[in-house]
């Protein structure tokens, strides 16, 4: 290895590129900007402003974030569902005006003003909820006029009332407990907002009245169509809302007792400015809690630090409107370009080098022959796809297609064809349990069971998540292959976690060790995964021992062993390190030795390619994935190999038409059954001199 | 720039006191602890808003009476936002300045936030218009007295005695805010007597002058023979004076404010038939004066209430000089 | 719309508007005045102006709530600079040129950085007048200095013994209808407000329109600035923060125009204006008080859009999403 290809390969050891595109491809990246301008805007007053962090600031900061973070909240709720409430700042001043004639004037009780307040706010939003929801007014305009009407009444009642508000000065301690007071070292306004940030963090994200919002939000029609009450839940958002801006007016109310006209007037766009900035889209369908904090704490800093700066009005309000426009110019370019850049940044190619391929002349094991030239076709056209093949004790062919079906050829002509079972996603692995069912893994879903009587069983869809894996690989995203150990566990591979199904030539260009290998225990129920970091992981063979099991990494060009049990348990070694094809499934052979196909041929250009990270991620990001260096798939050819890694013997296709792509072979008396990935017919050959009474189901389960 | 003419003023009194010694002339015993009681004091300001005659001409009066002594004077601008407006004294209560100038939107919004400050140990000045709690200075018109002289003036100029309809309108400002409650309470008083003068409208333009121009469109056109308009601001009565001119209508408009270049102008042309004027130097003025107060005597906020009522001067396009206007200092 | 039995909102405003004008005529004496018809329409002739430059962005499917700001601002600094002792014409220029600088960068920021218009002409109102008031002038209010009375007959004065601002609220309804209907233009705006993907792939060069109408959009709100200047002989500049520009929009709307846009015209923002101006004048004369007429004025807009709402029904499966 030359010092170039050493640092390649250190460098891309040492360097997890690919993490960037996972973390991009999470939901809270979303939060990562506003966070950033947030962090921005703390930086900046920080240093101008002399004590920012003091205590007595910080205290004085949340205490009016509380009011106005609920505002903001209020908004987000309905901004959430698709619509907008400009009569948040509007409802904010009644509910001050109201509680403040109630408790100064009427001289009501403090639990009572509190309630007939937020009755007060919600009303509003049940008119504008009916008006929006039900009568299906447009929210931008009806909320508008409701902004107007409110702030008229607020005026009349301000013409009536505002004097004898000024003039007594209510004896309630508990009343200003609201504005002034404490919990636990925070302003009760602080306390009582937060709560309510969490209350709506779980609803939206784990109550089923969220859920509703968040699909109306995101589409209204198809919302609609799958019978969620669109029109109940758009009409709630609204009462939620109005209650919300209500009781931050309440809050405001016994803060400072001010019966001002000036109250509330421009809240409903610093509020929206505070959403939008926080990073909840209009037209809705994007919006959290966590959203709403962050937008609303950075505009509250924003416009307090510019008064506490001593700018003048104008300079504030210049710095506002940058800031707004620049916040939202980034946020509509991060959303518009987000998969864009995902896309080129996701596929992280790494440093793969591959022992030299074997010569395939000659006296070499691998020698070209013709021996595939035989084979008759099963099935011709009649089947699209069988990536595995399997026979029962009454030698019907099981294969799945690429229609989501377990397609049976019957015995003994396999003329006729019948739906075995439809399983809905890919079927690819497949192998028989004890009891006779069958065992298959099925791409996008998992592991499944198909009994003898045609259930469909799920065994198992999720493993345990890895502790620092920043994707979630809980979920099976490729399940392959798999076996049955002698105790009924179930060892199956999964070929990578990063990408789906289709993807998996992406996968082949970065050749790094997605894959794994996950033991499905169906006498615990349990799924533990127990090889990590493998490089496409695909056919899975028990060894006779019972102890362990071979196992093939395609885009590695390597079969290895591992032990699951036994003195040797946990370990793992390579029993044939340098292929010269792509090794795909194992399988076992009458003479105790095993099969392995190999889906294609490794070319020079490619393994020159893997060696060159760099050189695979500028293809990618340039060059149309139609024009991309793949692996070839189109012809492979069938081997046998020992226990040791010795290959006995190599069956190929040379001209390519008989049967040219294989992805998997099952010997069963006398025969070898080749199935292909992207084939439209099952292979058949006679093999010559072996035990013609043989079956796998004897071999594994025994006579029965 | 401050440091420097900190340094300045104290090299000043150094020469000086210096110099003094030279002569072997007697010293000015308070000249010393003089302008001791200012060196680093802070002085910080908050307005309703800035941007406009009243709160400008107070800043620059404070700034020129306090500034040359080496005090530091820091504005906040709420810009007519009362919450701001809090915010900025909630937070000048943590930063503990000398004192604070508070010029209220509303006689109940500030109360308890400039006792705290004065707990705080912060002297508090409230210009003008004054909340409800009574801090250690109150500069400003005697609303009240005022009112009741406006009254007698609308009595005066409407009574039907006079052939007129005896048909007024007001237009207040912010309703809480301390000039319109107090001026109210004062016209209120002269107007219950005179059962002859009917208020046919008194409503709020929370001092904007879109809004008073509305409000005055509005009754004008209701009541054709109206009389005269008062109005609590000369710069929110531009509406009203445009409302009256767009009507064609003569209607007697009595405004009131600061006494800015703008008022005499609009009273020799027309817009304005006249104005009571509080002289907003001589408020800031005032203002320094109590400061520097005490600053000087050190004693503990809150231990003395004083008020400073401003004279009024009624200015008519007849009575006014030259001098009953002053102009905005040129760097605004 | 089809024209059987539906009616527009257009329709059912402006026969809002005639049922309440018959029924004030018959109720009020005095209502039906030359004088009073005259007075009603000069006190809404700014907000139709205003009404006409914000009708034209929300048929191209934009809105502008700098509009109001930009005016004020501009306007003030053009009294500003009067009073500075600058040529008359000269200030009105700066003060022009200012304005539709301004409305082309609001139009860039629409078209070219594609932000949405709610939220670029939002910040921008906040902009432009946090600029004016630091950069141009520090004074809240801009007086018309004594030398530019001249400009005050575009405000006061009369012609023909109707108030000026009639007029020009009425040429610029002409202007805006000949553009809508005849310039190329001006076709391409309601085009690209219909469908702005299918008018780029007709080949409309849909960006620069965008601009254009912004653009266009200021000049008008220059001029109907200078009106009001002139009318009140001062510009408050405390306006921009003001929800006049709300005011502006429900002429607008209520007259018919979509905010989805591409639907509507200048006859549009007629109607909606002249149904404020009646229910204003009426209120007025029913001698109501100022924040009780705000009431029943929202009340009445909320009437019309609830009537168009049953009467053009939007439902669940046309409804187009994000269209708030």
Redesign the interface.
């Known amino acids: 290895m030359t010092l170039s290809d050493s640092i390649v390969r250190w460098r891309y050891r040492l360097v997890p590129d690919h993490l960037l595109g996972e973390i991009l491809t999470k939901r809270w990246v979303d939060n990562a900007i506003p966070l950033l301008i947030l962090a921005c805007v703390m930086a900046v007053f920080g240093s101008l402003i002399p ?1 920012f962090f ?1 205590a ?2 910080v205290s ?1 900061l949340m ?2 974030w509380g009011e106005f973070g609920l505002i903001v909240m209020a908004l987000t709720i309905v901004m959430v569902a ?3 409430d400009l009569s948040v700042g509007s409802i904010f001043a009644l509910g001050n005006i109201v509680a403040l004639t109630l408790m100064h004037v009427a001289e009501l009780p403090v639990p009572l003003v509190v309630l007939f307040t937020m009755a007060c706010g919600a009303a509003v939003g049940l008119v504008n909820g009916l ?1 929006v929801g039900f ?8 909320t ?6 409110v ?3 607020v ?2 009642i ?2 009536k009332y ?2 004898a ?2 003039a007594v ?1 209510p004896d309630s301690d508990f009343w200003f407990f609201f504005g002034e007071g404490y919990v636990l070292g925070l302003p009760f306004s602080v306390v009582l907002t937060i709560g309510v940030a969490i209350v709506l963090h779980l609803v939206l994200s784990r109550t089923r009245a969220g859920w509703h919002v968040l699909a109306v939000g995101g ?3 198809s919302a ?2 799958v019978g969620i009450p ?1 029109r109940r839940v758009i009409c709630a958002t609204y009462v939620v809302s109005g209650t919300l801006a209500a009781l931050a007016g309440v809050l ?1 109310a016994s ?9 509330g ?2 809240l409903e ?1 610093a509020a ?2 505070a959403a ?1 900035l926080g990073g909840n889209s ?3 369908g994007r919006g959290s809690a966590a959203k709403a904090v962050i937008g609303s704490v950075t505009v509250m800093i924003m ?2 630090s510019l ?2 700066i ?13 800031v ?2 620049g916040a ?2 980034i946020d ?1 370019r991060w959303l ?1 370009n987000r998969q864009k850049f995902l896309s080129k940044v996701y596929v992280s190619p790494t440093y793969s080098a591959l022992p030299a391929a074997p010569a395939t002349d000659g006296a070499s094991p691998y020698a070209l022959n013709d021996r595939l030239r035989p084979v008759e076709a099963i099935g011709l056209d009649r089947i699209d796809g069988p990536e595995d093949v399997i026979l029962d004790a009454n030698d019907n062919i099981y294969v799945g297609n690429r229609t989501g079906d377990i397609v049976r050829f019957l015995a003994p002509d396999y003329d006729q064809q019948e739906v075995f079972a439809h399983v809905g996603g890919r079927p690819l692995g497949m192998a028989f349990a004890r009891d006779g069912s069958l065992v298959v893994c099925i791409g996008g879903m998992g592991l499944y069971r198909v009994t003898m009587d045609r259930e469909i069983q799920k065994l198992t869809d999720e493993t345990n998540r890895s502790w620092f894996s920043v994707i979630d690989d809980s979920r099976l995203r490729l399940a392959d292959d798999l076996d049955i150990a002698p105790d009924g566990r179930v060892f199956f591979s999964e070929a990578t976690v990063r990408y789906e199904m289709h993807e998996w030539p992406v996968d082949c260009l970065e050749s790094r060790g997605n894959g794994r290998i996950i033991c499905f225990d169906p006498n615990t129920g349990t799924t533990r995964t127990v090889l990590k970091n493998l490089v496409f992981p695909n056919g899975i063979c028990m060894v006779h021992d019972g102890q362990s099991f071979l196992f093939a990494e395609t885009w590695a060009c390597r079969v290895s062993r591992y032990w699951f049990d036994g003195p040797k348990k946990g370990t793992v070694e390579t029993v044939i390190g340098d292929l010269p094809g792509y090794p795909d499934n194992i399988n076992r052979a009458s003479d105790g030795t095993y099969w392995l196909a190999l889906v294609g041929i490794r070319t020079p250009a490619l393994d020159l390619a893997l060696k060159m990270p760099g050189f695979r991620r500028r293809m990618a990001r340039r060059v149309a994935p139609d024009e991309w260096l793949f692996p070839n798939i189109n012809t492979g050819c069938v081997l046998r190999f020992d226990e040791s890694g010795r290959v006995i013997e190599t069956l190929w296709d040379r001209s390519g038409d008989n049967h040219p792509m294989i992805t998997s072979m099952r010997e069963h008396k006398g025969h070898l059954y080749i199935g292909g990935i992207l084939n439209n017919r099952v292979g058949r050959l006679k093999l010559d001199g072996v035990d013609e009474t043989w079956t796998a189901k004897r071999s594994y389960w025994g006579q029965s | 720039m401050r440091l420097f003419r900190t340094l300045l003023v104290s090299a000043a009194v150094a020469l000086g006191a210096g110099s003094a010694l030279a002569q072997e002339g007697i010293n000015d015993p308070t000249r010393a602890p003089y302008y001791d009681a200012f060196a680093g004091k802070r002085v910080a300001y908050v307005p309703v808003a800035m941007g406009f005659d009243l709160t400008e001409g107070w800043a620059a009066g404070l700034r020129d009476a306090l500034e040359p002594l080496g005090v530091t004077f820091d504005i906040r601008d709420p810009n007519w936002n009362t919450d701001a407006g809090a915010q900025a004294i909630t937070a000048l209560i943590s930063e503990k300045p000398d004192v604070i100038v508070v010029h209220n939107p509303d006689v109940q919004s500030y109360a308890r936030l400039l006792k705290r400050a004065e707990e705080a140990g912060i002297y508090v000045v409230q210009v003008n218009m004054r909340s409800s709690y009574s801090t250690d200075v109150f500069v400003g018109a005697d609303y009240v007295g005022m009112g009741e002289q406006i009254g007698q003036r609308l009595v005066d100029v409407c009574s039907p005695d006079k052939g007129k309809s005896g048909k007024v309108a007001i237009t207040q400002g912010v309703l809480t805010a301390a000039a319109s409650i107090y001026q109210m309470q004062g016209i209120n008083n002269v107007l219950s007597q005179h059962p002859e003068i009917k208020l046919v409208s008194n409503q709020a333009a929370d001092w904007d002058s879109t809004k008073a121009k509305n409000i005055a469109a509005t009754v004008i056109q209701q009541h054709p023979d109206l009389c005269a308009i008062t109005g609590f601001w000369d710069v929110m009565d531009i509406g009203t004076a445009a409302a009256i001119k767009e009507s064609g209508k003569d209607v007697y408009l009595l405004t009131q404010g600061g006494g800015n270049r703008m008022v005499c102008d609009n009273l020799a042309n027309g817009t304005f038939s006249e104005s009571v004027v509080y002289f907003v130097p001589g408020q800031a003025r005032d203002m320094a004066t109590m400061i520097k107060h005490l600053l000087q005597h050190g004693q503990a906020p809150g231990t003395t209430k004083t008020t400073l009522f401003t004279p009024l001067d009624f200015l008519t396009k007849d009575n006014m000089t030259a001098a009953s206007c002053w102009d905005m200092p040129s760097n605004g | 719309m089809s024209s059987m039995g539906r009616l527009s909102q257009e329709q059912i405003v402006f026969g809002l508007a005639l049922l309440l004008c018959a029924g004030f005529a018959l109720a009020l004496p005095g209502f039906l005045t030359t004088n009073n018809v005259l007075n009603l329409v000069r006190s809404v002739s700014i907000l139709g102006i205003l009404g006409v430059a914000m009708g034209l962005v929300v048929i191209g499917r934009g809105i502008d709530l700098s509009l109001v700001a930009l005016m004020a601002i501009s306007v003030a600094w053009t009294l500003n600079l009067i009073g500075g002792g600058m040529p008359i014409a000269q200030a009105m220029l700066i003060g022009l040129a200012f304005s539709l600088i301004v409305g082309a960068i609001n139009g860039w920021l629409v078209a070219y950085a594609e932000i949405p218009a709610i939220f670029a002409t939002l910040a921008m109102g906040t902009l432009i007048y946090g600029f004016g008031r630091y950069f141009l002038f520090s004074l809240d209010v801009a007086y018309m200095p004594e030398r530019a009375n001249s400009l005050l007959w575009l405000g006061q004065g009369t012609l023909l013994g109707v108030p000026v601002p009639i007029f020009i609220f009425a040429a610029v309804c002409l202007a805006g209808y000949l553009f809508l209907r005849y310039a190329k233009s001006g076709r391409y705006v309601r085009a690209v407000g219909d469908n702005i993907l299918a008018a780029r792939i007709t080949g409309i060069p849909v960006r620069p329109i965008v601009v254009q109408q912004y653009v266009m959009s200021a000049l008008i709100g220059y001029l109907a600035g200078i009106v009001t200047a002139a009318s009140v002989a001062s510009m408050n500049t405390r306006l921009a923060l003001s929800t006049y520009v709300y005011d502006v929009i429900l002429v607008v709307v209520l007259g018919g125009i979509g905010l989805s846009g591409g639907k509507g015209g200048i006859r549009n923002v007629i109607v909606g204006t002249l149904l404020i101006g009646i229910l204003l004048n009426g209120m007025t004369i029913m001698d109501i008080q100022y924040t009780v007429q705000n009431v029943v004025k929202g009340a009445l807009l909320l009437t019309a859009i609830v009537i168009d709402t049953i009467v053009n029904p939007r439902d669940e499966q046309t409804a187009q999403q994000g269209d708030i």
């Open positions: 004590d003091g007595a600031s004085n205490r009016q698709g619509g907008i008006l009568l299906r007014l447009r929210a931008f305009l009806t508008l006029v409701t902004l107007i009407i702030r008229a009444v005026d009349m301000l013409l505002a004097v508000i000024a000065f589409s209204r029609r609609h169509n669109v405001f803060r400072l007792g001010a019966a001002g006209a000036d109250i007037i421009g766009i929206l400015t939008v209009l037209g809705g416009v307090n008064v506490r001593g700018i003048t009005s104008g300079g504030s309000s210049l710095l506002l409107g940058l707004l426009l939202v110019m509509v518009k």
